[in-house]
Every structure is written in C-alpha cells, then in structure tokens.
C-alpha cells in the first residue's frame, strides 16, 4: 500500500511527467497542418530533420542529466524541466522560418530531456519490491494522459485557432506545473532520507556497471525509441494523408491510442503480479509486431481504429516492464545513470528511425515506416524469447521453451 509522503512523491512525478510527455508531442501533432499549410515545414524530410536534430540535443544533455542529477533534489530538476519547456513553446510561436522553428524546438527537447533519468530513479529510489510494478506502472499511466490530452486537443485547437494556440496553451501549462509540482514533493523527504542521499552522492557512479545492468534490454529500448518516434510523428500524417481523416479525426484516433495505454500502463502493476513482467512482455510485443503491419498495409479505417487501440494496450505495457527490469538490476547508486543510458538508446532509435522515416515516407509513401516497425517489432521479440529460453532474464512462470542452462 502506498501512503504519506511516497504517496505525495508519486503524484509529483506524475504531474511532472504527464505535462512533460504530453509536451513532447504537441509540434509533431501540428505537423500534417504545417505541412498542408506550407508553413514552416515542406516536406516529410524537414520532419525528420527537426527530430533528429532535437533528439541529437537530447542525447549529450540527458548524458550530461544523468551525472549531475543523482538522487538529490529531484523536484527541483523536474521543474527546471517544466521552466524550461514552458519558455520554449512560447518562443516557439514566433517562429518565422524552418530554421527558427528547428532551433526553438532544441529547446523544447533540453527541457523534456530531464525527466527520465531523473523522475524514474527517484521512483526506483522510492519504491523497491512488490511496489515498484505498482508505481512504475502509475507515473507511466500519467504521461501516457499528457500525451493523450495533447493528441486530443492540439489537432481540434490548431485546426479552428491556429497552430500558435496550442502552443502558448502548453506553455502556460508548464509554468503552472513548475509551482504545482515542487508543493506536492515538499517535505517528503525526512532527514534520515537526506543523510542515505547524501551518502550515495559520495559513491562513484560506475558508467560501466549502469550499462552492464541494463544491456540485455537494449533491443527493447531501441524498439520503444522507434515505436513511440514513428507514432508520434507519422501516425498523424497516415490517419490524415492516407486514410483521408481530417486533423481532429486524426486527433480522436491518437486520444484512442492513448486511452488504451493509460488505462494498461495503470494496471500493468496487476499483470505483472498475475501473469509475470516477462510473460507479458512477451504477449506484449507480439501484439505490436501484428498491428505495425495492418498499419502499413491495410486501407480500412475501422480495422485501423480498432488497430491503434490494440497498439495502446500493448506498447505502453513494454515501458514500465523494461524499466522495472532494468531498475532490479542496477545497483542503487548507479540507478540515474542507467535510466539516462536506457533513455539515451530509446533516444538514438528514435532520432534514428524518425529520420530514416522521412526519408522512407518520401519515396515509398507514409506506410512504409509501419512495415519496417512490424519488422524488427518481430526481431525484438525473438531476442526477448532467447533471453528467457537460456535464463539471461528472471522470468518466473514464462518458461516458453526448456532453458538451455546457465550462461
């Protein structure tokens, strides 16, 4: 049961990442009107562009998070991220060109990049045992409900108000969550809890052992990367330039996608203790390997909605079961750097992918980066077999073939 000032912690984390998620997807969901438009973006290309550059940034800053932060005044790093996004989107608006439209969104990423490494380790910090799925799988629900709000609204907003709208509304909203965030936290941590911070802050941090900790995950996180990079960035585009939907369509069916994985990610915590973290993972991306290809090759629209609900359900069940495992790996003082590592991967594949997306969209049309995400969504999912074939992860109760023996 989770009371007193855990509870308080996680409700801040929760804050921080609902409007921290859902800022992150605010200029992608007003790309296909930027483009039909021709303002500011011209092409699929410029869209890959502005994302690889943005998550290039987001790399060497979230690096650089994951030395600095350690376990200690992690609300305050929360709302330096909210500061810092808040004052972006406002810049934002008076973007008169490409370029400056690119370099307003750098600052937009240095902002969101915080988040990770620090708002998981403070929960890894926080929770340890039988309620770490439980709470790992709450703050997770919360971001899924930033992005979900702001799929559902920046569509409708832009659409009938303009592109600026929705930007200067997030913005304010991020301001606000600076003040409301820091309240939520304030005095959770007793001084017997400070003197434990302090003393891990005096423990090297071993890079190595961070990266040792979670490596058997990093097709996973490469995946999730990819996964989440291409649907917010793409998906829009298919629903409205292949399927014919108009942009608040559009953002219904994204609010659709996004339900389903809230109301998943906040019972991931119940399957994981019914059914094991391994077991559905498994199940897990098997769902996604089948979806990705009825995206990038069915036409009807039904099977389409009834697909992204599907693709909700099971790909936000992979985050907090990665980051759970991950989490009973890594030793507790070397927790920030890993969760900034593992967010790192997940950043390389997205820019990666979201790049290579562009590129891909423009020669073969906006499907095909679907088909390449149902490909190497089954190349994950035999490498998560394997694993728990040969015992390279604990996976009580999921023993899909007989293991081969200790490696």
């Known amino acids: 049961m989770i009371t007193g000032g855990r509870r308080r912690i996680l409700a801040s984390v929760s804050l921080f990442h609902a409007c921290n998620d859902g800022s992150g997807v605010v200029l992608p ?29 987001s790399v060497v800053f979230q690096a650089w998070v994951g030395w600095a932060a350690r376990p200690r005044h992690s609300g305050y790093w929360l709302a330096l991220d909210a500061l810092i996004v808040g004052i972006s989107f406002v810049l934002l608006t008076g973007a008169a060109s490409f370029w400056m439209l690119m370099i307003y969104f750098v600052g937009v990423r240095l902002g969101t990049s915080i988040f990770h490494p620090v708002g998981i380790s403070w929960i890894s910090h926080t929770f340890a045992g039988e309620d770490l799925d439980h709470a790992m799988g709450f703050q997770s629900a919360f971001g899924n409900i930033g992005v979900l709000v702001a799929f559902a609204s920046t569509g409708f907003i832009a659409q009938h108000a ?18 409301a965030g820091l309240l939520l936290a304030r005095g959770t941590t007793d001084r017997q809890e400070r003197e434990r911070q302090k003393l891990h802050e005096r423990e090297p941090v071993s890079w190595v052992a961070a990266f040792l900790g979670f490596r058997s995950f990093i097709p996973m996180m490469v995946l999730g990367g990819f996964a989440w990079g291409v649907t917010i960035n ?3 585009s298919l629903l409205n330039h292949r399927l014919g939907l108009s942009m608040s369509a559009t953002g219904v069916v994204m609010g659709l996608w996004m339900c389903a994985g809230t109301i998943s990610a906040f019972f991931y915590g119940k ?26 090759l069915s036409g009807n629209i039904p099977l389409t909605f009834a697909a992204f609900a599907l693709y909700g359900i099971a790909i936000f069940i ?15 003082r070397n927790r920030t750097a890993a969760f900034s590592l593992a967010s790192n991967v997940m950043i390389i594949g997205n820019s990666i992918f979201s790049y290579f997306s562009g590129r891909i969209s423009d020669a073969f049309g906006i499907h095909a980066p679907f088909i390449l995400l149902g490909v190497c969504s089954v190349l994950v999912l035999g490498h998560l077999v394997w694993m728990i074939a040969t015992g390279r992860i604990e996976a009580p109760g999921c ?9």
């Open 271 to 296: 399957l994981a203790e019914r059914f094991s973290r391994a077991r559905a993972l498994v199940w897990a991306y098997a769902v996604v390997s089948i979806v990705s290809f009825v995206f990038g």
């Open 399 to 407: 023993r899909i073939i007989p293991r081969l023996g200790p490696h």
């Open 162 to 179: 303009g592109w600026k709208v929705p930007l200067f509304a997030w913005g304010a909203v991020n301001l606000a969550v600076v003040a």
């Open 234 to 236: 793409y998906a829009p």
């Open 318 to 332: 992979t985050y907090p079961a990665n980051l759970s495992f991950i989490s009973s790996t890594v030793e507790p």
């Open 29 to 57: 969901a007003i790309f296909p009107l930027l483009y039909t438009q021709g303002t500011l973006i011209r092409s699929y290309s410029d869209i890959g562009t502005t994302i690889l550059v943005g998550l290039i940034v």
